[in-house]
C-alpha cells in the first residue's frame, strides 16, 4: 500500500456506537495528522501525534500510532450522525525538507441517526 | 479563531486560460502550502514555500504552476495554461512552524476546466 492508507475504505455505524479508523505508511515520519472531509469541503484537522507520543485524547477522539508497525488508529466513541464524513490521515515524513503531507485515500464514515 | 480563506470558491475557466487562486493564510503563520484534490481521489501535496521561496515540490509542480506571496498577507499559486486534468479542488494551507505543526487548511477553490 501506498503512504498512509486507511482502512476500513468505508464505514457504516448506528448512532451511539463507536467508530475505529486504521492508518498504515511505509517511511519514518516526523508526526502524523489525522483531517476530517464533510463531502466537497475543506479538510478540518483534528489532531496531531508526534513520532515519539504514543496516544492523544481530544474529547471523543483517541489518536494511537505505532511507529513500529507503521501505523495509527483514530477512535471516535459515542458517535453522532453530525460524525459522518471522510477522515483521512497525513504523513510528514522525516526525509521532507518541506513538511510536505501525504494524505491516505480516507474513510468514509455513515452514522445513522 | 484565525482560519485561511480562499477565493474564488469555484473557478471556471477555457483551457489554454491562465487562473491564479488566491490564499490568505493564518496571520502569524510563517510556512504556506498547496495540495489539490482531483474529484473522487486523494489529496495531492503541490508546493511548500517558506521565506519568499519554495522549500518543496511534487512532481505534479511543474513548469506551468508557480507560487508568489505578493505582500503580507496573499499567498497566491498560478496556472499559468490551464489543462483538462488541472480540473480539481485546490486548498492553501498553513502552519505557524515546520516540523511537526499543524497544517490548517482553507475551503479550497474548485477550478473546473473546459
Known amino acids: 500500500s501506498q503512504q498512509g492508507e486507511e482502512d476500513p475504505q468505508a464505514l457504516s455505524i448506528q448512532e451511539g456506537e463507536n467508530a475505529t479508523m486504521n492508518c498504515s505508511y511505509k517511511?519514518?515520519?516526523?508526526?502524523l495528522q489525522w483531517y476530517r472531509q464533510n463531502s466537497g469541503r475543506g479538510l478540518v484537522h483534528l489532531i496531531l501525534?508526534?513520532?515519539?507520543?504514543r496516544e492523544k485524547h481530544s474529547g471523543r477522539l483517541r489518536v494511537t500510532l505505532d511507529t513500529s508497525k507503521k501505523s495509527s488508529s483514530l477512535l471516535i466513541t459515542a458517535s453522532r450522525a453530525a460524525d459522518t464524513a471522510s477522515y483521512f490521515c497525513?504523513?510528514?515524513?522525516?526525509?521532507?525538507?518541506?513538511?510536505?503531507?501525504?494524505f491516505g485515500g480516507g474513510t468514509r464514515l455513515m452514522v445513522k441517526p | 479563531e484565525p482560519e485561511v480563506t480562499q477565493t474564488p470558491s469555484h473557478q471556471v475557466t477555457q483551457m489554454g486560460q491562465e487562473v491564479i487562486l488566491r490564499c490568505v493564510p493564518i496571520?502569524?503563520?510563517?510556512?504556506f502550502y498547496w495540495y489539490r484534490q482531483i474529484l473522487g481521489q486523494k489529496v495531492e501535496f503541490l508546493v511548500s514555500?517558506?521565506?519568499?521561496?519554495?522549500?518543496?515540490k511534487s512532481e505534479i509542480f511543474d513548469d506551468q504552476f508557480s507560487v508568489e506571496r505578493p505582500d503580507g498577507s496573499n499567498f497566491t499559486l498560478k496556472i499559468r495554461s490551464t489543462k483538462l486534468e488541472d480540473s480539481a479542488m485546490y486548498f492553501c494551507?498553513?502552519?505557524?512552524?515546520?516540523?511537526?505543526?499543524?497544517?490548517?487548511f482553507g475551503p479550497g477553490t474548485r477550478l473546473t476546466v473546459l
Open positions: 494551507a498553513s502552519s505557524a512552524a515546520g516540523g511537526p505543526d499543524t497544517q490548517y
Open positions: 517511511t519514518s515520519i516526523n508526526n
Open positions: 501525534i508526534r513520532s515519539n507520543e
Open positions: 497525513a504523513t510528514d515524513a522525516s526525509h521532507n525538507a518541506g513538511n510536505m503531507l501525504t
Open positions: 496571520s502569524n503563520h510563517l510556512y
Open positions: 514555500f517558506y521565506n519568499n521561496e519554495i522549500s518543496e
